[in-house]
């Protein structure tokens, strides 16, 4: 039986605090989601990541509303392949 995957590209803002937290390991770990990172830039004081998360469609949903409840500001950018 075949899973509906999509591709969703966001950037992920990272405040301070949160720079130093595994978050993406989680993401991957918890909620099954793969982040294919095309472009990042990590400060001192703020950090940001532009990547597609692969996953099921309501894993990726879950995964970007757990981000946002834990701090991070994610911009949705547009989805990139459905299938």
Do not use: Y
């Amino acid at each position: 039986m075949l899973r509906a995957v999509t591709n969703l590209r966001v950037k992920l803002t990272f405040p301070e605090h949160l720079i130093k937290q595994p978050l993406m390991g989680r993401l991957v770990r918890e909620f099954d989601v793969l982040p294919n990172i095309r472009r990042a830039n990590i400060e001192d004081e703020v950090g940001w990541i532009v990547c597609e998360l692969a996953g099921e469609p309501g894993s990726v949903e879950q995964a970007l509303a757990w981000l946002a409840d834990a701090g991070v500001q994610v911009d949705r950018l547009g989805d990139v392949v459905e299938s």
